[in-house]
Every structure is written in structure tokens, then in C-alpha cells.
């Protein structure tokens, strides 16, 4: 089965510009969420949907992020306008069942904002 | 709330040497822990979770992990180190409530050498 797959692996942009990630889940996963690391942090959640519902956007750090997830299959995280501190690892990661001892993360987008 | 602390950002051992990275979780309800191993250019990949049961949980690669409630500790073993095994290692924690987010420690990267 393939698994979560996230593209592009590598961003860079310049600030004040937009970018979108794309996350496509393992085949049949209701569940979908999004994850980042900022340089010599925590890996931190951002966002969970269920289908192509917000479960819990809790940590969304601000309104310049936008998540989307289309007839509840891939979704898109959009950054608009990005600025320096959102550079980072943004991971995603999906499971069949809610619940967090079920993930397949993917690879991970790098986004860098110069 | 929920943390974790990993402590030591970077453990170097020999090829051979016991591994051992230790993490300690904060939680007001039992929780459930993990170990995720991210190698280099790719995805968190499980390594072992604790959720109920047996205390001694066995993950992939040899390596093990022991849930103490006493010590509120959860550190990652393996009794012989690997050149294989350089990558970073992810603490997590999360309540036993379906859905909920994982916590995760700061990472520690594991160098071996020979």
C-alpha cells in the first residue's frame, strides 16, 4: 500500500509570498493531520479532519494558514503571505480510526521563507 | 496539559554500546507514549507505543521502552548500538481520547560510530 505522500519535499519562497503544500493520505483514511517543526523546536500540531471536516484546528497558529481537504481525500495547507517564521518541517499524517496510535506520517515538506 | 522533555539533544555511542534516550512525560490522565525514529530526507516512522498492558514494550529494530508511573519515564533502549540506527528519535505522549493530538518532546539525534 503506498503510504502519505507530501509534495513538494522542498519549498523555498520569498516572503509575503504564497505557498501551498499538498498531503495525499494512505487510500480509505478518514483521518488526516497536519504537524510542523520549526528549527530547534517541538514537533507540533496544527490540525486534525476527519473527512473533509475540521475535527480540531486548535493549533492553527494564525489566520495566514489555511487547510483544505477536498471530497475527503488529499488535502492543502496554505500559507498566505508567508513570513520568515514559518519556515519549518510540515508533516502530515493519516489513520484509518481517530486516534494518535495509528499514524503513517509522510516525508515532510521543508518550507524555507527567505 | 500534556509535555515532554527529552533529556540530551545529541547522544553519541560507539557501534556495539548500549543506547539509551530518555524521555519523561507529564499527564494528568494515563497516557499513551511513543517513540517515533526520523532517518535522515525521510518520514517519522513508528518505533514502539505504549497504551496498556505490559509496562516493557518491544518495538521494531531491537529496540524496547519501559513505562514507569513512578517515574513518570518512558526512556528508548537497545542493548548494542548500530551504524544503522544514527537518526533522530521522537518522545510523544498523548491522552487516552480518540482523536487527540500527539506531544512531542524536542528530538534527540543519535550519532554511532565505529
Known amino acids: 500500500e503506498a503510504g502519505v505522500t507530501q509534495f513538494p519535499s522542498h519549498s523555498v519562497i520569498e516572503k509575503g509570498q504564497t505557498v501551498t503544500l499538498r498531503c495525499d493520505p494512505i487510500?480509505?483514511?478518514?483521518?488526516l493531520y497536519w504537524y510542523r517543526r520549526v528549527m530547534g523546536k517541538e514537533i507540533k500540531f496544527l490540525l486534525h479532519f476527519v473527512k473533509e471536516s475540521k475535527q480540531d484546528e486548535s493549533g492553527m497558529p494564525n489566520n495566514r494558514f489555511l487547510a483544505e481537504r477536498t471530497g475527503g481525500t488529499y488535502s492543502t495547507l496554505k500559507v498566505q503571505p508567508a513570513e520568515l517564521e514559518d519556515s519549518g518541517v510540515y508533516f502530515c499524517?493519516?489513520?484509518?480510526?481517530?486516534?494518535?496510535?495509528?499514524?503513517?506520517f509522510g516525508s515532510g515538506t521543508r518550507l524555507t521563507v527567505v | 496539559a500534556q509535555s515532554v522533555t527529552q533529556l540530551g539533544s545529541h547522544v553519541s555511542v560507539s557501534e556495539g554500546a548500549l543506547v539509551l534516550l530518555r524521555c519523561n512525560y507529564s499527564s494528568s490522565v494515563p497516557p499513551y507514549l511513543f517513540w517515533y525514529v526520523q532517518y535522515p530526507n525521510q518520514g517519522l516512522q513508528l518505533l514502539l507505543k505504549y497504551t496498556t498492558g505490559a509496562t516493557l514494550v518491544k518495538g521494531i529494530n531491537g529496540f524496547e521502552a519501559e513505562f514507569k508511573k513512578s517515574e513518570t519515564s518512558f526512556h528508548l533502549t537497545k542493548p548494542s548500538a548500530h551504524m544503522s540506527d544514527a537518526a533522530e528519535y521522537f518522545c510523544a505522549v498523548s491522552d487516552n481520547q480518540a482523536g487527540t493530538a500527539l506531544i512531542f518532546g524536542k528530538g534527540t539525534t543519535l550519532s554511532v560510530s565505529s
Open positions: 487510500s480509505g483514511h478518514d483521518n
Open positions: 499524517a493519516s489513520s484509518p480510526q481517530p486516534g494518535s496510535y495509528g499514524y503513517t
